[in-house]
């Protein structure tokens, strides 16, 4: 059964000091098979030329006043026009058919979420090597085989790297918790989201590729929010 065909998606970014990798995202999100009714990049103040690079490139800028991932996603929320919010990060690089795939998955199943395929980048250095293999190959389960989500587990839940959810619901459950800040927001949201009974799905033929961190700082601050979703 085929649903919603006048489906609006509303990509949301939020962004903070990202001007070195946000104009690969849009502009492969621009490239792609099917365009969002509108991009939005959520930005926490930036003192580099993130909004610049944001307007550069046709997204529309919103300001996020918590400067912090939760806050901006919110703000996207607030903003956004379309029917379904679909969330990538700024460091994220979509395939080709990644919102085709989005929307097919939506308009076929009657989907209230999903989330994507998410591969590990080329690494820059060692420690993008190691951490994106232990956090998106190890930690995360990330295969080949489509599954719908219904128990509150941290390797099944929907990161914001990646993942759209129906904007009814957002409204519904509030969107993210500000609690959280940058830290297990996502995973938060996602549990929720099975708490209020919505349909979740993972979705492999939606694909990115998804950068880490290529330092020991970035690896500690990812530790550190891998803590607290796993003890939430």
Request: hydrophobic share 35%.
């Amino acid at each position: 059964m085929r649903e919603d065909k006048e489906m609006k998606f509303s990509v949301v970014i939020p962004t903070y000091n990202e001007d070195d990798c946000l104009g690969t995202c849009l502009k492969a999100i621009k490239k792609g098979s099917e365009q969002p009714l509108e991009i939005i990049v959520a930005d926490g103040y930036s003192t580099d030329r993130t909004v610049e690079v944001a307007k550069e490139n046709g997204a529309r800028v919103v300001m996020n006043r918590h400067r912090h991932a939760a806050g901006g996603r919110n703000a996207g929320i607030k903003a956004a026009k379309g029917d379904v919010i679909v969330f990538i990060d700024a460091d994220c690089i979509p395939d080709r058919d990644w919102l085709k795939e989005i929307h097919k998955a939506f308009e076929e199943d009657g989907l209230d979420g999903l989330g994507t395929y998410i591969e590990p980048a080329k690494p820059r250095n060692i420690y993008e090597e190691f951490w994106g293999r232990l956090s998106l190959q190890i930690m995360m389960s990330y295969g080949s085989e489509p599954y719908y989500v219904t128990e509150k587990t941290l390797n099944t839940a929907f990161i914001t790297a990646s993942c759209a959810y129906r904007r009814k619901l957002l409204v519904k459950i509030k969107g993210f918790s500000n609690y959280f800040g940058n830290n297990a927001e996502d995973i938060d949201l996602c549990w929720r989201a099975l708490e209020a009974g919505a349909k979740l799905k993972y979705v492999p033929t939606a694909k990115i590729i998804a950068h880490s961190p290529t330092d020991m700082k970035g690896i500690r601050q990812k530790s550190f929010r891998n803590g607290v979703s796993s003890s939430k």
